[in-house]
Structures are given as structure tokens and as C-alpha cells.
């Protein structure tokens, strides 16, 4: 079991910067790809970021790409989103994900979210 807990959202003016943080319980955390994913008011959850156990690979949706960083630190069993050059539509609740396959059976976590929002 793994719980997730984020923090660091806030409000923000367009062009600005916010970094959110997950912290994981747990001392498998260094053992789970980690995801941050958003969801707007009236839409459907969407995938941002995420990162794999070492942190040498990750992946960014276009939305975002050259924008936002995604990185860990598994000493610290926390992963971060630095967003920059923040847009009104990047307002969203921002959820932190814990993902790993084991045995043929995936395991998935979700943190609780916290709240970004752009303003214009």
C-alpha cells in the first residue's frame, strides 16, 4: 500500500510558476513510475507527466512540454512538478499517481489532489 499526499498548489498569474510536490509513504516508492495527472472543472482526467523509477526517462503531454519538469528524489520518496510560464488553462486539480507492475498484476495510487489555479 502506498499513500500519496501533495502539496504546493496555490493560485497564480498567467506566466508565473507554482511546484507541486507528492510525498509517498512507504519504502517501495523507488520501485513505482510516478504520473502527475490534472482534471479541469467539467472534464475528464488528463495525463501531465510522469517518470520513471531511476528518473532517466519521462514523459510530458504536449499541453505541457518545455513547460513543466518532472523529477524525484527516492531518498526523499517525493516526485515534484515544476510549472512555468503558467497558462489559465493549466487550472486543475493536480494529482499525484504511483504506478508498477508486479507479477502480472498492476498496482495504482492516487494522492487526493491539490488545486492550481491560473488566473489571466
Known amino acids: 500500500q502506498v499513500q500519496l499526499v501533495e502539496s504546493g498548489g496555490g493560485s497564480v498569474q498567467a506566466g508565473g510558476s507554482l511546484r507541486v510536490s507528492c510525498a509517498a509513504s512507504g519504502r517501495t516508492f523507488s520501485s513505482y513510475r510516478m504520473g502527475w495527472f490534472r482534471q479541469a472543472p467539467g472534464k475528464e482526467r488528463e495525463f501531465v507527466a510522469d517518470?520513471?523509477?531511476?528518473?532517466?526517462?519521462?514523459y510530458y503531454a504536449d499541453s505541457v512540454k518545455g513547460r513543466f519538469t518532472i523529477s524525484r528524489d527516492n531518498a526523499k520518496n517525493t516526485v515534484y512538478l515544476q510549472m512555468n510560464s503558467l497558462k489559465p488553462e493549466d487550472t486543475a486539480v493536480y494529482y499525484c499517481?504511483?504506478?508498477?507492475?508486479?507479477?502480472?498484476?498492476?498496482?495504482?495510487?492516487w494522492g487526493h489532489g491539490t488545486q492550481v489555479t491560473v488566473s489571466a
Open positions: 499517481n504511483a504506478r508498477r507492475v508486479v507479477a502480472n498484476v498492476e498496482y495504482d495510487y
Open positions: 517518470i520513471n523509477w531511476s528518473g532517466g526517462s519521462t
